[in-house]
T-cell receptor, first 110, second 113 residues
Framework: GESVGLHLPTLSVQEGDNSIINCAYS??????FIWYKQESGKGPQFIID?????DKRQGQRVTVLLNKTVKHLSLQIAATQPGDSAVYFC?????????FGQGTELSVKP | DTGVSQDPRHKITKRGQNVTFRCDPI?????LYWYRQTLGQGPEFLTY????????KSRLLSDRFSAERPKGSFSTLEIQRTEQGDSAMYLC???????????FGDGTRLSIL
C-alpha cells in the first residue's frame, strides 16, 4: 500500500548548525503534509504543514520543502538548539487520516 | 492549557480485562481521531469522528475495539478482552475540518501484564 518513509533514522548535529530531515512519500495524489516533533513520553507536536500547491513554507526557524516531482519532503531547522532534540515525523494526509513514517531521531550536541 | 486532553496517562491491566480511555479534544474542533503508536514507530490510524459520526475505521480496529463520541465532544475508546499485543500508546488528536493540522494529546500508555 501507499506509505511515507524517512531516509535517515538518526541525525546528530552540533548546536547552532542547521538540520535537514528528509522524507519520501509514495502517494502522488497526496495534497497535504505535516511535520511533527515528538519528545519522549509526549504526543506528536505540530511543527509546520504544507499543501501540494506550494513548494516551500517557512515558520519560525523551520522551513518545509516539497518536491512533488520526486515525491520528497524535507524539514530544515535553522540554528539547531538542544531543545530541538526529539523524534521528527512526516505525515501524509489520506482522506483526512494521517499516514506517518517511522521517524528520525535528532540529537543536538552542545 | 486548552489542548487535547487524555485520561488516564497510564493504564496497567491484566490480560483479558476491559479498559476504557477518554479524550477531550480542543473545544472548537469537530474532528477527532484515534491513533496507536508502538515503540520506535509512527502513529497508526485507528478511527475518526466528525462531530458524533464515526466516519472511518482501520482494519487494525478489531471487534474488541469500540469508540464513541456521543455528543460530538469527548470520545472514549474501549478495548475488550485485552491481549498482550494491545500494549501501546493510544493517541487522540483533533482538528477543525480537514485538511487541517491535527493536534495531539500526550496519549494513554497501556501495558498488559
Amino acid at each position: 500500500g501507499e506509505s511515507v518513509g524517512l531516509h535517515l533514522p538518526t541525525l546528530s548535529v552540533q548546536e547552532g548548525d542547521n538540520s535537514i530531515i528528509n522524507c519520501a512519500y509514495s502517494n502522488s495524489a497526496s495534497d497535504y503534509f505535516i511535520w511533527y516533533k515528538q519528545e519522549s513520553g509526549k504526543g506528536p507536536q505540530f511543527i509546520i504543514d504544507i499543501r501540494s500547491n506550494m513548494d516551500k513554507r517557512q515558520g519560525q526557524r523551520v522551513t518545509v520543502l516539497l518536491n512533488k516531482t520526486v515525491k520528497h519532503l524535507s524539514l530544515q531547522i535553522a540554528a539547531t538548539q538542544p531543545g530541538d532534540s526529539a523524534v521528527y515525523f512526516c505525515a501524509e494526509n489520506e482522506r483526512g487520516k494521517l499516514i506517518f513514517g517511522q521517524g528520525t531521531e535528532l540529537s543536538v550536541k552542545p | 492549557d486548552t489542548g487535547v486532553s487524555q485520561d488516564p496517562r497510564h493504564k496497567i491491566t491484566k490480560r483479558g480485562q476491559n479498559v476504557t480511555f477518554r479524550c477531550d479534544p480542543i473545544s472548537e474542533h469537530n474532528r477527532l481521531y484515534w491513533y496507536r503508536q508502538t515503540l520506535g514507530q509512527g502513529p497508526e490510524f485507528l478511527t475518526y469522528f466528525q462531530n458524533e459520526a464515526q466516519l472511518e475505521k482501520s482494519r487494525l480496529l478489531s471487534d474488541r475495539f469500540s469508540a464513541e463520541r456521543p455528543k460530538g465532544s469527548f470520545s472514549t475508546l474501549e478495548i475488550q478482552r485485552t491481549e498482550q499485543g494491545d500494549s501501546a500508546m493510544y493517541l487522540c488528536a483533533s482538528s477543525f475540518g480537514q485538511p487541517e493540522p491535527q493536534h495531539f494529546g500526550d496519549g494513554t500508555r497501556l501495558s498488559i501484564l
